[in-house]
């Protein structure tokens, strides 16, 4: 069955019971959330967030919390080497992320590896390794997804060797996995025409079992660009046609499928973006020039 959902809110009165609301009514079957504010690391007790109605809901729908996926919010960047205090802070909010992960019942963290601020790739690197086995724990029941990134400034994980490389120097490898932004490998160089080649690619390198979740977004920029600039299915350069066939792609199946596209006058697209995956049938909706909105 196609797991689909999109990016959803979480805010007062309702929390995560809302951000299952919100998710229903774009029928969907999969969400993905932050655990509070993305800016900042104020967070609210998890006994407060309405877990035991929001999974209830989820369980009244047939939607397992496994569908559930947590995104760690941008403030957390384990590749600085250059602010030590920036490092810490990451990784004390990190372990707080797994925690508020884990009593959510949510299995998947997605994580942008971090930005190296000018230090090279390969001391990023060893930075995120660091940070990584110093905040994993045997008995931490998620997985943490670091996310293909579109390699702009000083992102580290733009390439699949880069993440591999990560993975690779991680003690706990059981507790890792990727999240494939499609916007962001298109943004990064690999040609989504091909995507078969893509795919394999990724299996020889990091293995497909690896892969837990998919961000589906198209591009506002050309190939290779390092933009990261999402766009509303099939109104972008990598169009709708790639991009359903990669929803629906039968080695994918089992992967968790979230969409990140841009709001549309200040209203989420999803509903329609979900049903045109559904159908797999594009049809024209925005009007000319709304895509920029």
């Known amino acids: 069955m196609l797991k689909i959902g999109s990016h959803v809110g979480m805010k007062a009165p309702k929390y995560m019971l809302g951000s299952v609301e919100e998710a229903l009514s774009y029928n ?74 884990m009593a959510m019942g949510a299995k998947y963290i997605v994580l942008h590896p971090g930005s190296h601020v000018n230090a090279g790739s390969e001391a990023g690197i060893e930075s995120i390794i660091k940070g990584l086995n110093s905040v994993l724990k045997e008995s931490d029941d998620v997985i943490i997804c670091l996310e293909t990134m579109a390699g702009k400034g000083s992102e580290c994980g733009r390439t699949f060797d880069e993440l591999k490389q990560i993975i690779d120097g991680v003690n706990l490898k059981d507790k890792m996995g990727v999240c494939l932004d499609t916007c962001h490998i298109h943004d990064a160089g690999y040609d989504l025409n091909d995507f078969e080649s893509v795919l394999d690619q990724f299996d020889n390198i990091i293995g497909l079992d690896r892969l837990h979740v998919l961000h589906i977004n198209d591009s506002k920029n050309p190939i290779s660009a390092s933009k990261d600039r999402h766009e509303n299915l099939g109104y972008g350069y990598i169009g709708f046609d790639i991009l359903n066939s990669i929803v629906n792609h039968p080695r994918l199946d089992d992967k968790i499928k979230v969409l990140e596209t841009p709001y549309v006058d200040k209203k989420p697209p999803y509903a329609i973006e979900i049903e045109m995956l559904k159908s797999q049938v594009f049809e024209e909706w925005l009007d000319e020039g709304e895509e920029d909105a």
Not at 51 to 67: G, M, S, T, Y
């Open 28 to 101: 969907s079957n999969a969400l993905m959330l932050y655990t509070g504010a993305p800016q900042n690391t104020r967070r609210k007790e998890t006994s407060e967030l309405r877990i035991e109605e929001a999974h209830k809901l989820l369980a009244d729908n047939n939607i397992p919390v496994e569908n559930v996926v947590v995104h760690a919010p941008y403030i957390i960047n384990l590749a600085n080497t250059i602010k030590p205090e920036t490092y810490e802070i990451a990784v004390q909010f990190l372990r707080t992320e797994i925690d508020r992960t």
